[in-house]
């Protein structure tokens, strides 16, 4: 039985793309963005730095594996809306408990099949990201630039996406300080991890070897951090303007030579505004695990899964004590940069993968061997 056509996507210049709805109804205005990744729809979905964007997958069939519980990066997801070109309804995987389409319609989540995301994407990479309303497909074009025009993209994400209480999580390894990696104290290394819409993945990956995991609110002022005594502090990935965060960068400044640092995607950005460093906005930004990264410090490249919009100035970076240690491939942008001296460096991708190549997963060795 053929689907009839039911929703549409309405671009700022007044391109429209029609499709078959799924997930939640009802309008919706997000930044449309797009995302390589051939796998990864549940992660994606539930990475908390796609707030309030819609996220058009290039990849053309979604949901055909449907929701597994241990998959997900966040508990509550706060993406904007999902733009596929084929979407499967009927997941053939014996973890699944949920369709796409279920667990989207439960968090008010739009989304719309049938799309030619590759002309989509092509607008994307055209024009740069901007704003989309998703919609009815019966709403006549004027009505939705009139919505488009009036409607201002939500700012401060990472205040709307960050945990309000402190929560900890401990290995199993911790359990035997034989298997885990102890520091000089004998007993498991301990994290103050920055919570701004961090991926749970991360924590799984630090607990994997050995490390037990604080996590605090974006907004945590440096001496609580120092009373946690840590033995080094991690800074999250998340959604938006890093600038957005002054009070985060503020604490991270007065924490820089205390503590070892280690900053992820927004956490590295935030890392190098700290020091003094300034950021832009991306054409349409980095999002996909396929982004071919080159490491000063080995020469070597990696691929790596990347999810953002904002970028580290070069220039900026004159007047400040940090050194470029990675270089993106595609387009020469900044993707690492370190203080040796402060035990401080940050990247721009995601060594926590999820999804994605497991080429970065070493920088978390390198992390607690500069504890260590």
Same mark, same amino acid.
């Given at each position: 039985?053929?689907?009839?056509?039911?929703?549409?996507?309405?671009?700022?210049?007044?391109?429209?793309?029609?499709?078959? $709805?799924?997930?939640?109804?009802?309008?919706?205005? !997000?930044?449309? %963005?797009?995302?390589?990744?051939?796998?990864?729809?549940?992660?994606?979905?539930?990475?908390?730095?796609?707030?309030? =964007?819609? %996220?058009?997958?290039?990849?053309?069939?979604?949901?055909?594996?449907?929701?597994?519980?241990?998959?997900?990066?966040?508990?509550?997801?706060?993406?904007?809306?999902?733009?596929?070109?084929?979407?499967?309804?009927?997941?053939?995987? @014996?973890?699944?408990?949920?369709?796409?389409?279920?667990?989207?319609?439960?968090?008010?989540?739009? +989304?719309?099949?049938?799309?030619?995301?590759?002309?989509?994407?092509?607008?994307?990479?055209?024009? +740069?990201?901007?704003?989309?309303?998703?919609?009815?497909?019966?709403?006549?074009? $004027?009505?939705?630039?009139?919505?488009?025009?009036?409607?201002?993209?939500?700012?401060?994400?990472?205040?709307?996406?960050? !945990?309000?209480?402190?929560?900890?999580?401990?290995?199993?390894? $911790?359990?035997?300080?034989?298997?885990?990696?102890?520091?000089?104290?004998?007993?498991?290394?301990?994290?103050?991890?920055?919570? !701004?819409?961090?991926?749970?993945?991360?924590?799984?990956?630090?607990?994997?070897?050995?490390?037990?995991?604080?996590?605090?609110?974006?907004?945590?002022?440096?001496?609580?951090?120092?009373?946690?005594?840590?033995?080094?502090?991690?800074?999250?990935?998340?959604?938006?303007?890093?600038?957005? %965060?002054?009070?985060?960068? $503020?604490?991270?400044?007065?924490?820089?030579?205390? @503590?070892?640092?280690?900053?992820? !995607?927004?956490?590295? =950005?935030?890392?190098?505004?700290?020091?003094?460093?300034?950021?832009?906005?991306?054409?349409?930004?980095?999002?996909?695990?396929?982004?071919?990264?080159?490491?000063?410090?080995?020469?070597?490249?990696?691929?790596?899964?990347?999810?953002?919009?904002?970028?580290?100035?070069?220039?900026?970076?004159?007047?400040?004590?940090?050194?470029?240690?990675?270089?993106?491939?595609?387009?020469?942008?900044?993707?690492?940069?370190?203080?040796?001296?402060?035990?401080?460096?940050?990247? =721009?991708?995601?060594?926590?993968?999820?999804? +994605?190549?497991?080429?970065?997963?070493?920088?978390?060795?390198?992390?607690? =061997?500069?504890?260590?």
């Amino acid at each position: 039985m053929n689907k009839t056509i039911d929703r549409k996507i309405i671009l700022e210049d007044g391109r429209e793309f029609f499709g078959y $709805a799924f997930g939640a109804s009802g309008n919706r205005v !997000c930044e449309i %963005v797009f995302n390589t990744s051939m796998a990864g729809y549940q992660e994606i979905l539930s990475d908390l730095s796609y707030t309030d =964007q819609a %996220v058009v997958m290039t990849y053309p069939l979604i949901g055909n594996y449907g929701m597994a519980v241990e998959d997900y990066e966040s508990i509550t997801p706060s993406i904007g809306a999902l733009i596929v070109r084929e979407y499967n309804d009927e997941p053939s995987n @014996f973890r699944s408990l949920k369709t796409l389409g279920e667990v989207m319609e439960s968090n008010g989540i739009p +989304g719309i099949g049938g799309v030619d995301t590759r002309a989509l994407t092509r607008s994307i990479r055209d024009y +740069g990201t901007r704003k989309a309303l998703i919609t009815d497909a019966d709403m006549p074009q $004027a009505e939705g630039l009139d919505i488009l025009r009036s409607t201002i993209l939500p700012t401060n994400a990472v205040s709307r996406v960050s !945990c309000r209480d402190p929560w900890t999580s401990e290995s199993p390894l $911790a359990l035997n300080p034989l298997d885990s990696i102890s520091s000089a104290a004998g007993r498991p290394l301990r994290i103050a991890a920055v919570d !701004c819409g961090m991926k749970r993945n991360i924590v799984r990956s630090l607990n994997r070897r050995g490390c037990t995991v604080t996590v605090l609110p974006w907004n945590t002022p440096a001496d609580k951090i120092r009373a946690l005594q840590p033995d080094g502090i991690l800074l999250s990935n998340g959604p938006g303007d890093p600038t957005d %965060v002054p009070e985060t960068i $503020a604490t991270v400044r007065s924490l820089i030579g205390s @503590f070892p640092i280690f900053g992820i !995607c927004l956490g590295h =950005q935030i890392l190098s505004l700290a020091y003094g460093a300034r950021t832009y906005k991306l054409k349409f930004g980095h999002r996909g695990g396929n982004h071919p990264v080159k490491n000063f410090l080995t020469g070597k490249i990696e691929i790596t899964s990347q999810n953002h919009s904002y970028a580290i100035e070069e220039e900026s970076l004159a007047n400040t004590p940090l050194s470029i240690t990675h270089v993106n491939l595609l387009d020469g942008t900044i993707e690492g940069v370190e203080c040796v001296r402060d035990r401080a460096f940050g990247v =721009q991708y995601h060594p926590e993968s999820a999804p +994605g190549p497991q080429d970065s997963a070493y920088l978390f060795d390198k992390f607690l =061997q500069i504890i260590r």
